[in-house]
């Protein structure tokens, strides 16, 4: 069975500071990955998918994510945060229905 | 575009009661697939529907039930609720094919039972 791990709960960060929020899978077949974001009191929102060909991945606002097979990783970052960027982040992996990760809160601090 | 749209926003039940969540998809889509949100968690995958029939099930006793309309639109049913029923339900539209497909979500109902 496929699964999806984030392994922090809460990152907080200054503003303008880089971030990484870390994600692993757990996926015998191959794999199509996303990253959502939820701002409070909405739903989801896709921020970027891999599904094949290069292995970076970046979204509109400035985020990217690089699939790393060997280490099973779709970690996702960003090299400067915005107060805006505060939400909470699901790794997702397609099963093929969406498999989500715990979630990771970031805060980030003016 | 209105994008998905969910009813009712939010909800209040007692234990035992029924209770149905209505979506409507993003024009132009078929698929719709339900999820449960609980407090502090990732979504949860319910079940999908698509050309009127459940063609995926996660892993959610019978209480929960569903239906998809000619007009795409679904429904979620949820009988017999229990305290840890309460969550956000989540809607999420797409087409039918297309691992790599984006599935659009709804703002979600949330569901309180008492």
């Known amino acids: 069975a496929q699964s999806v791990t984030q392994l922090d709960s809460q990152v907080p960060v200054f503003e303008e500071a880089p971030v990484e929020l870390r994600c692993n899978y757990s996926?015998?077949?191959?794999?199509?990955l996303f990253w959502y974001v939820q701002y409070p009191n909405q739903g989801l929102q896709l921020l970027l998918k891999?599904?094949?060909?290069?292995?970076l991945v970046e979204s509109i606002n400035g985020f990217e994510a690089e699939f790393n097979k060997s280490q099973t990783s779709f970690h996702l970052r960003k090299p400067s945060v915005h107060i805006s960027d505060t939400a909470e982040y699901f790794c997702?992996?397609?099963?093929?229905?969406?498999?989500f990760g715990t979630g990771t809160r970031l805060q980030v601090f003016p | 575009d209105a994008g998905v749209t969910q009813s009712p926003t939010h909800l209040i039940k007692t234990r035992g009661q029924q209770v149905t969540l209505r979506c409507s998809p993003k024009?132009?889509?078929?698929?719709v697939s339900w999820y449960q949100q609980a407090l502090g968690q990732g979504p949860q995958f319910i079940f999908q529907?698509?050309?009127?029939?459940?063609?995926q099930r996660g892993n959610f006793p019978d209480r929960f039930s569903g239906h998809q309309f000619p007009n795409y639109s679904s429904e979620l049913n949820v009988n017999a609720l229990l305290l840890g029923d309460s969550a956000l339900y989540l809607c999420?539209?797409?087409?039918?094919?297309?691992?790599?497909?984006?599935?659009?979500f709804g703002p979600g109902t949330r569901l309180t039972v008492l």
């Open positions: 996926s015998s077949v191959s794999v199509y």
């Open positions: 999420a539209s797409t087409n039918w094919g297309g691992a790599g497909n984006e599935q659009f």
């Open positions: 529907y698509y050309e009127e029939e459940e063609r």
């Open positions: 891999y599904l094949s060909g290069s292995t």
């Open positions: 997702a992996v397609r099963a093929p229905e969406l498999i």
């Open positions: 024009s132009g889509h078929d698929t």
